[in-house]
C-alpha cells in the first residue's frame, strides 16, 4: 500500500493538452475521486498513474518510488476498466487467478487468495462460471476481486459503476467503500457523476480542460467553491455575478448580496457568488430580516418541480432564474405565479472571483 | 405456444425458401451433380467414352493400397499441407495482430491492400513472376549477387522451397484475413487488464491473445492446408522433378494419362483422409479456443 504523488504532470495529443501542469497527492489509503466532464483529462490523468501513457513531463510516484518512465507491469497497481474487461476465454476463478499466475505463485498458494478475494466481493461460489454468465453487478465484483487478489500498492478505478443501473449502482457504491475499508487500499477513481463522487470519497479532484481546477475533502468543495465551474459541476448552484464590495457583490441594480465565506477580494473587482438552492428561504412575505438571512431578494415563481420529498422552486428575478429546493415538511405549497421573497444568510453565500 | 412456433418457422421457412434456392440450385448443379458423377466414375474401369466396354470395379481404390508409391505421395502432400499452413501461421498472424491492434486508419488500409494483393493477380501469372525471381540468374540471384561482396548461386527454381514459396505467398492471405477478424473483435482494454496484473506483453499474447484469436487460427488453418494438399500448379511449375506430389497425380490422371477413374478415386481417397484429419483436429482445437 503506497500514496501516489502526482506532481507538475502534462500531457499533449497532438495540439491538444489533455493534461495541463496537473498536480496532485493522493495520501496512502485514501478514496478519491476524479471528477470532470468528459475531455477533462480524467482518464488521461488515471491512465498516467496506471503506466499505460507516459506523461510529456512531470514526476509520478508511487509510495515514494518515481514510476513516470515505469510500464504498467512493472507499476504493481491493480486497475478495474469501464466494461471489467473480463478475460472471456477464462472462469471467474482463473481471471482472478491471472495476476497470481503470471507471477508464477505456487498452485495451492493461488487457489487460497483467489477464494479469499471471491469471498471478499461475495462471490465465493462462483468461481466456475464463465464471465458472460455473470449479471454485470457480478462482473464488476469479478473485475475488482482480480484486481485486489494480487495485493496492489493502488487500486484504480476507471467509471466502474458507469454500466451499471441505478439500484445496483448504488448498492456497488457501498459495496466497493466496504471492501476498500476493509483492505485500507489507496483508491482512485475515476467518475463524471457528482453524486457518485460526494458519497463515496474522502477527497476529490475536479479537472476541466486538462486543469486541476479544485481539490479537497467533498464538504469542503461544495461549502467553498473556488469558480463557477467547481460550484456548478458538483451540486447546483445560483450564481450571481457583479462588482466585488470587499464581503459580498453589488449587483448591476445595484441590490447588494453580503458573503460570509469565500474568497477575500478587492472591492471594485469583478466576482461572482455561489449559493446552493437548498440554503434559500422561501416566501411570500418577507418576516424580520436578521443575521441568518441578510440577504433578500424578491421574485415571481415560474415554475414548481414536485420530486416526493422536495420541490424545486424555479423564480424569476431581474431577468435571472434563480432555483429553490424546499424540503417537503408538510407546509403550504406555492403556486406558479406568485410573488415571493427569497432569503438567505451570508454564511451560505460563497465569493467568488471572476473566472 | 409450440404450435404457433412451429406454423410461425414453417412460414418463415417458406418466405425464406426463394432466398435459399439459388444458392442451393447452384450447389446442386455446379457441384453436387459433377461429384455424384465422379463417384461413379470411381468405381469404373474406364471411360463410357465412344462406346468403349466398361464394367464396375474396385480396383481403382485397390490401386492406391496395392501401390505404395500413393501412399509416400499423400504422405508427402500432407506434410506439405502442414508445412505450409505453419508458415502462413508464423507469417500471417504477426501481420494479422499488427493489422488489427498496431495501425490505425490510412496505414492500415494501405497495409491491408498490400495483404490482398495477391488475390486479385492470376495464380498463373503469380507462380510465373517467382520462377523469375527464384531462378538461377533471376531477380533474386541477381540482386543478392549485387549486393554481396562474394560470389554465390541462387537457383531455388525446380525445389521444394520453391514450392512452400510460392504456396505460401498464395495462401497467406486467408490466414491474415481470418486472424485479423478475430483479433480485431478482441478489446484492447482486455490486454490493457492483463499488463495492469502484471503480465508481460508476452505472456498476454500467449494467455489471453491466441487463445480468443484461435477460432481465425483453425478457420486460416483449415482454409489453407485442404486445398494446399490437392494442389498441382504450384509443385508442377515451381517443383519442376521434385514437384510431383498427390495433387500432381491426380492431375496427371484426367490430363495426361487421360484414366479419369483412378484420378477420381484418388481424389476420394484425399477427401476421405483431410475429413478425417479435420475431424480428429476439431475438438483438440475446439477446445483450444
Known amino acids: 500500500m503506497a500514496g501516489v504523488q502526482v506532481s507538475n504532470v502534462s500531457r499533449s495529443f497532438g495540439a491538444h493538452k489533455a493534461l495541463d501542469n496537473v498536480s496532485i497527492d493522493f495520501a496512502d489509503g485514501g478514496f478519491y475521486a476524479l471528477l470532470g466532464p468528459s475531455g477533462s483529462g480524467k482518464t488521461t490523468l488515471l491512465r498516467q498513474i496506471a503506466g499505460f501513457d507516459f506523461p510529456d513531463s512531470g514526476r509520478i510516484s508511487i509510495g515514494g518510488e518515481s514510476v513516470e518512465r515505469v510500464p504498467v507491469e512493472k507499476r504493481r497497481i491493480g486497475m478495474v476498466f469501464q466494461n471489467y474487461a473480463l478475460f472471456p476465454n477464462m472462469s471467474v476463478a482463473d481471471n482472478v487467478a491471472f495476476g497470481l499466475s503470471v507471477r508464477g505463485e505456487a498452485k495451492a498458494v493461488i487457489a487460497a487468495e483467489v477464494q479469499r478475494a471471491l469471498d471478499l466481493v461475495q462471490l465465493g461460489k462462483l468461481g466456475g462460471r464463465r464471465p458472460h454468465q455473470l449479471s454485470g453487478g457480478q462482473r464488476q465484483r469479478v473485475a475488482l476481486a482480480r484486481a485486489i487478489v494480487t495485493k496492489p500498492r493502488v487500486l484504480l478505478l476507471d467509471e466502474p459503476l458507469g454500466a451499471l443501473d441505478k439500484a445496483l449502482r448504488v448498492d456497488m457504491q457501498i459495496e466497493l467503500k466496504r471492501i476498500q475499508r476493509e483492505i485500507g487500499i489507496t483508491t482512485i477513481f475515476v467518475t463524471h457523476d457528482q453524486e457518485e463522487a460526494l458519497t463515496m470519497s474522502d477527497r476529490i479532484g475536479i479537472l476541466r480542460d486538462g486543469r486541476l481546477v479544485q481539490e479537497g475533502p467533498p464538504e469542503e468543495i461544495y461549502d467553498r467553491p473556488k469558480s463557477e465551474f467547481a460550484a456548478t459541476f458538483l451540486g447546483d448552484a445560483n450564481i450571481f455575478r457583479g462588482d466585488s464590495t470587499g464581503n459580498g457583490i453589488r449587483l448591476p441594480d445595484g441590490t447588494a448580496i453580503a458573503a460570509g465565506v469565500g474568497a477575500a477580494l478587492a472591492a471594485g473587482a469583478k466576482a461572482s457568488c455561489a449559493v446552493r438552492p437548498e440554503r434559500i428561504r422561501i416566501a411570500t412575505d418577507g418576516g424580520a430580516s436578521d443575521a441568518t438571512n441578510a440577504n433578500m431578494l424578491k421574485g415571481q415563481v415560474s415554475k414548481r418541480i414536485f420530486a416526493g420529498n422536495n420541490s424545486t422552486y424555479f423564480v424569476e428575478r431581474a431577468g435571472q432564474t434563480l432555483k429553490v429546493i424546499v424540503q417537503n415538511t408538510g407546509a403550504d405549497r406555492l403556486a406558479e405565479g406568485q410573488n415571493v421573497v427569497l432569503r438567505w444568510s451570508p454564511e451560505s453565500t460563497v465569493l467568488i472571483a471572476a473566472s | ?289
Open chain 2, 1 to 289: 405456444m409450440a404450435v404457433e412456433g412451429a406454423v410461425a418457422s414453417r412460414s418463415g421457412l417458406r418466405s425464406a425458401l426463394p432466398l435459399l434456392a439459388p444458392a442451393y440450385l447452384w450447389l446442386t448443379v455446379a457441384i453436387f451433380l459433377p461429384l455424384s458423377a465422379m463417384v461413379f466414375f470411381s468405381f469404373m474401369t474406364d471411360l463410357p467414352l465412344s462406346g468403349k466396354p466398361w464394367a464396375f470395379t474396385l480396383g481403382n481404390y485397390a490401386a492406391f493400397f496395392s501401390q505404395s508409391l500413393y501412399l509416400t505421395l499423400l504422405l508427402a502432400s500432407l506434410r506439405l499441407g502442414l508445412e505450409v499452413t505453419l508458415w502462413c501461421v508464423v507469417i500471417g498472424y504477426p501481420a494479422a495482430y499488427v493489422l488489427a491492434k498496431v495501425l490505425k486508419g490510412r496505414s492500415r488500409e494501405a497495409i491491408f491492400l498490400l495483404v490482398i494483393l495477391p488475390f486479385w493477380s492470376n495464380g498463373l501469372v503469380r507462380i510465373f513472376s517467382w520462377a523469375m525471381v527464384l531462378r538461377e540468374g533471376g531477380i533474386l540471384d541477381t540482386a543478392l549477387n549485387a549486393v554481396l561482396p562474394f560470389k554465390i548461386n541462387i537457383d531455388l527454381m525446380y525445389s521444394y522451397p520453391a514450392v512452400i514459396i510460392g504456396l505460401v505467398h498464395s495462401y497467406v492471405p486467408y490466414m491474415v484475413l481470418t486472424c485479423y477478424l478475430t483479433l480485431q473483435a478482441i478489446d484492447d482494454s482486455l490486454i490493457e487488464a492483463g499488463r495492469s496484473l502484471g503480465a508481460s506483453r508476452l505472456q498476454v499474447l500467449k494467455r489471453v491473445i491466441i487463445p480468443l484469436s484461435m477460432p481465425g487460427l483453425v478457420a486460416g488453418a483449415a482454409l489453407i492446408f485442404v486445398p494446399v494438399v490437392g494442389s498441382f500448379m504450384e509443385p508442377r511449375i515451381l517443383g519442376g522433378r521434385t514437384g510431383t506430389f498427390y495433387g500432381t497425380v491426380i492431375e496427371d490422371q484426367f490430363v495426361a494419362v487421360f484414366n479419369w477413374p483412378l484420378g477420381a478415386a484418388l481424389s476420394f481417397i484425399l477427401l476421405a483422409v483431410v475429413l478425417v484429419i479435420l475431424a480428429i483436429a476439431s475438438p483438440v482445437l475446439r477446445r483450444a479456443a
